[in-house]
C-alpha cells in the first residue's frame, strides 16, 4: 500500500464551481499536512499548512484534516480558471533536530472551464 | 516570486557528464532541501542539508550526488556521470525552523 495515496484526475469543473480535492495515508504518524499548487514547468507552491485534525480557512481555501480516517480534503470556492493547475498534497512526521522530510501525492490536475 | 532562485532553468547534457545545478536562498536560512521529480511522477526527497552538512539522504541520492554550500549562498546540487534516467525537474527548497518547505521553480534537466 503506497503512503500517501491521490487521484491523479483530471478533474474538470467549470467555473464558480466549488471543487474538493482529496487524500489518503495510511501512516498514523503523520502530523503535518500541506497543499500545494504547481502549474506546468514550475515549482510546488504553498497554498495551505495544517497540524492536527480540524478546518483550517484561508480566502477561498479551506483544508481539511481527518486524522481518525487518515484523509485529507482541500476545498477550492468560487474556482477561477487562474485554478487550473496540478494540486499536490504533503504530509510529514517530526524529525529529531526539526527537519521535516513530507512525502508527496501525485498530484490532482485540476481545469477550471469558463 | 519564488523564495528561492534556481539556476539554469534548463540544461541539457550528454550522459556521462558532470552537471552542477545551483539554489539562491533569498535569505538566510539554517535548512536546504532537493527534490526531483520525473514527469508526471511525485515529487521524490534526495537531500537535506542543514547548518552545512548532510542531514538526510535518500536511496535516490547514491554516490553520483553531492551538494555544496561552497560561498555561504549558493547551494548545488552535482551529479556526475549522468544517466537517461537523471532526467527530470530538480527542485530546490528551504525552510524555517519548524514550518513547511518553499520551492524553487526547479531546472529542467535533460540527459541526451
Known amino acids: 500500500q503506497k503512503e500517501v495515496e491521490q487521484d491523479p484526475g483530471p478533474l474538470s469543473v467549470p467555473e464558480g464551481a466549488i471543487v474538493s480535492l482529496n487524500c489518503t495515508y495510511s501512516n498514523s504518524a503523520f502530523q503535518y499536512f500541506m497543499w500545494y499548487r504547481q502549474y506546468s514547468r514550475k515549482g510546488p507552491e504553498l497554498l495551505m499548512y495544517?497540524?492536527?485534525?480540524g478546518n483550517k480557512e484561508d480566502g477561498r481555501f479551506t483544508a481539511q484534516v481527518d486524522k481518525s480516517s487518515k484523509y485529507i480534503s482541500l476545498f477550492i470556492r468560487d474556482s477561477q480558471p487562474s485554478d487550473s493547475a496540478t494540486y499536490l498534497c504533503?504530509?510529514?512526521?517530526?524529525?529529531?533536530?526539526?527537519?521535516?522530510?513530507?512525502?508527496f501525492g501525485r498530484g490532482t490536475s485540476l481545469i477550471v472551464h469558463p | 516570486e519564488p523564495e528561492v532562485t534556481q539556476t539554469p532553468s534548463h540544461q541539457v547534457t550528454q550522459m556521462g557528464q558532470e552537471v552542477i545545478l545551483r539554489c539562491v536562498p533569498i535569505s538566510n536560512h539554517l535548512y536546504f532541501y532537493w527534490y526531483r521529480q520525473i514527469l508526471g511522477q511525485k515529487v521524490e526527497f534526495l537531500v537535506s542539508f542543514y547548518n552545512n552538512e548532510i542531514s538526510e539522504k535518500s536511496e535516490i541520492f547514491d554516490d553520483r550526488f553531492s551538494v555544496e554550500r561552497p560561498d555561504g549562498s549558493n547551494f548545488t546540487l552535482k551529479i556526475r556521470s549522468t544517466k537517461l534516467e537523471d532526467s527530470a525537474m530538480y527542485f530546490c527548497a528551504r525552510q524555517v525552523q519548524r514550518g513547511p518547505q518553499h520551492f524553487g521553480d526547479g531546472t529542467r534537466l535533460s540527459i541526451l
Open positions: 504533503a504530509m510529514s512526521v517530526t524529525e529529531s533536530g526539526g527537519s521535516y522530510i513530507p512525502t
Open positions: 495544517t497540524y492536527s485534525s
